[in-house]
């Protein structure tokens, strides 16, 4: 089973080295030269100490000739031979993170749910540069050594009594026995060990990346207990690797010795019966280090191979993930979209807790142009039907209309360009003002830029900077407030120009002076497009169509927020207990 499993690994991996295969085959061969060469070396030695007393000066020179002719030779061998390996390796894994990157991004909502950042952030990074030693030395290596030792067999049994060979050649088959025994422990740790570094960096990118949070806490040192409680682990895990490695090494180094041992003493009896000279014991001495070098790098090249799968096995766990939101085959292609939205009979529960139903039976339509709000309490489903509506996850009953198309039969990239999602978590990245802004749309030009970011109120804080649209502004936007950042996020949906916009409460974490100004950049953002709010703050909802609250994951209450205020139901409540909370703050 676990050959079954080496196989499909090592297929996956061909993909990476397919177009490389040229290379590959050029090092394999100047690595089979080299080992050649090596043999040739030890028989020429060989016959040189056995006839030394016929060797004039003239076939000395001639010899001598030869060898330094075949050095030059042999430098361009050597180079080639470490050089080629670089290049394979480096571009494979090249190959591989670009394509793992390219395939997270079509994953859906759901792998990111499972998934710490750091998780990934390690698999990408930690787990294929531990499989680059795959594509460089243990390729070439591999085709080396069982090269060498195949030949030094054949040239054993071929020019020495079977009385010597033999022991040798059980001392190969040992050799064999104890790799084919070690390896897949190796592979079985090695997996744990990765999956333990996983671990660890996912903590450490969360902890760093609420740094602020636990120290205002001054919780830090509790939280390191949980770290610390990872690390441990790390290092058991990686204590009984190099156990492993420790006896798998020793039981080597012992075969070594026997072998040495036994060619000494079947040697000299051998000698002494007049069946081997002085030249070929040292010939068998130069032969057996040759396939002893061989045998240990071998050895512990399955070490490596025990690793390098283990890593490319947790690679491909996420190449073989697939996207649970998938395109049909021939999806509906349209440029823009009027926006009419409609629910009809909706239902979701989320794929890793399939047994907890979030939305029950939804149904609502919304007319293009207009505004609508989702009010309720937390949890009670309503971010998950703006999740919905731009296909994060797919419903698990009912269906959801833009203009009278399912969704699911629109083109993905159709559907999420006519929807804009403002959150109240605003994402930036690291980069210039500009490179932010383009994400709305690539091919802006400055001056188109420079309009999406008055038509947000972002201009006039921008201009003062120091490079204007051009000044980096730092991962997540750390050199800016929170109101500057959610300006910005809406100047991106500005240059995005969307039919269908998402404001999920994009002012409810903002002081009132930053608020009054993002505030007028959502009014500016909301002209003529088709609007679904999030409610957290009741009264903002005063201005929209219609109010659906949510509850439960079902709709409780609609209508304006004047008709709901007159009845005695849940928004009643909710806002009521808002407006009390403001006047006791």
Same mark, same amino acid.
């Given at each position: ?58 076939? %000395? ?6 060898? #330094? ?57 930690? =787990? ?16 080396? =050594? ?44 090695? &997996? ?7 671990? #660890? ?49 020793? /039981? ?20 002494? @019966?007049?069946?081997?000279? !002085? ?77 907890? !139903?979030? %939305? ?25 039907? !703006? ?14 209309? /833009?203009?009278?198309?399912? /969704? ?10 006519? #929807? ?6 605003? &994402? ?5 003002? @500009? ?10 030009? =400055? ?41 910005? @996020? ?9 039919? #269908? ?53 079902? /709709? ?5 927020? =004047? ?10 409540? %909710? ?11």
């Amino acid at each position: 089973m676990k050959n079954v499993t080496y196989r499909l690994t090592l297929k996956k991996l061909w993909k990476f080295i397919r177009n490389l295969r040229w290379a590959l085959l050029l090092a394999c061969v100047l690595a089979i030269i080299k080992g050649l060469s090596g043999l040739g070396l030890v028989a020429v030695s060989r016959w040189l100490l056995n006839n030394y007393q016929v060797l004039t000066s003239q076939i %000395l020179f001639t010899l001598y000739g030869i060898i #330094i002719a075949f050095l030059i030779l042999y430098i361009a061998i050597i180079y080639y031979r470490s050089y080629l390996p670089v290049y394979i390796s480096s571009n494979a894994v090249k190959e591989m993170r670009r394509d793992l990157y390219y395939h997270l991004q079509r994953l859906s909502a759901d792998f990111y749910a499972q998934h710490k950042t750091g998780e990934i952030v390690s698999r990408i990074t930690n =787990d294929i540069s531990i499989t680059q030693f795959l594509f460089s030395a243990v390729l070439i290596n591999v085709c080396f =050594d069982f090269f060498t030792i195949a030949a030094g067999v054949i040239y054993l049994l071929l020019s020495y009594p079977i009385e010597i060979s033999l022991p040798v050649l059980g001392v190969c088959v040992i050799y064999m026995i104890t790799i084919r025994i070690f390896l897949p422990k190796v592979k079985d740790i090695s &997996v744990a060990v990765q999956e333990e570094l996983g671990k #660890i960096a996912g903590d450490v990118s969360e902890k760093v990346m609420g740094m602020k949070v636990l120290q205002s806490f001054t919780h830090e040192e509790i939280a390191s207990h949980g770290l610390g409680d990872k690390l441990e682990a790390h290092y058991f895990v990686t204590m009984k690797m190099g156990k492993l490695q420790s006896w798998f090494s020793t /039981i080597n180094q012992m075969l070594s010795e026997a072998a040495r041992l036994l060619i000494v003493v079947i040697g000299i009896y051998l000698m002494l @019966a007049a069946r081997l000279t !002085m030249g070929d014991i040292t010939g068998l001495m130069l032969i057996l280090g040759h396939l002893l070098f061989s045998f240990q790098r071998l050895a512990e090249t399955s070490l490596n191979i025990g690793t390098g799968i283990g890593a490319l096995d947790r690679v491909f766990d996420f190449f073989d993930a697939q996207p649970i939101v998938r395109e049909i085959k021939n999806p509906v292609k349209l440029e823009e979209l009027a926006g009419e939205i409609r629910y009809d009979n909706v239902s979701f529960s989320y794929p890793f807790n399939e047994g907890s !139903m979030v %939305l029950h039976n939804i149904s609502l339509i919304i007319p293009a142009g207009s505004r609508v709000a989702f009010a309720g309490p937390s949890g009670a489903g309503k971010s998950t039907m !703006m999740d919905l509506l731009s296909r994060f996850y797919d419903p698990a009953a009912g269906t959801i209309y /833009i203009d009278d198309i399912d /969704i699911k039969k629109l083109k993905l990239n159709t559907l999420r360009k006519n #929807i804009g999602i403002v959150m109240q978590d605003t &994402v930036l990245f690291s980069g210039t003002v @500009a490179d932010n802004i383009r994400i709305g749309n690539p091919k802006a030009s =400055d001056e188109e830029v420079q309009e999406a970011l008055k038509n947000a109120s972002a201009w006039d804080f921008v201009a003062e900077m120091k490079d204007q649209m051009y000044s980096y502004i730092g991962e997540r936007g750390v050199t800016l407030s929170g109101g500057q950042r959610q300006r910005l @996020a809406i100047a991106r949906i500005f240059l995005k120009n969307p039919r #269908i916009l998402v404001l999920d409460e994009a002012t409810s974490a903002l002081d009132s002076e930053s608020e009054y100004f993002v505030q007028q950049a959502i009014l500016n953002l909301m002209k003529g497009r088709t609007t679904l709010m999030i409610a957290h703050r009741l009264s903002s909802v005063k201005d929209v169509d219609r109010v659906y609250v949510i509850e439960a994951g079902k /709709i409780v209450e609609q209508g304006s927020m =004047d008709e709901l205020l007159e009845s005695d139901g849940t928004f009643k409540k %909710l806002y009521e207990r808002q407006s009390l909370s403001l006047t006791d703050s």
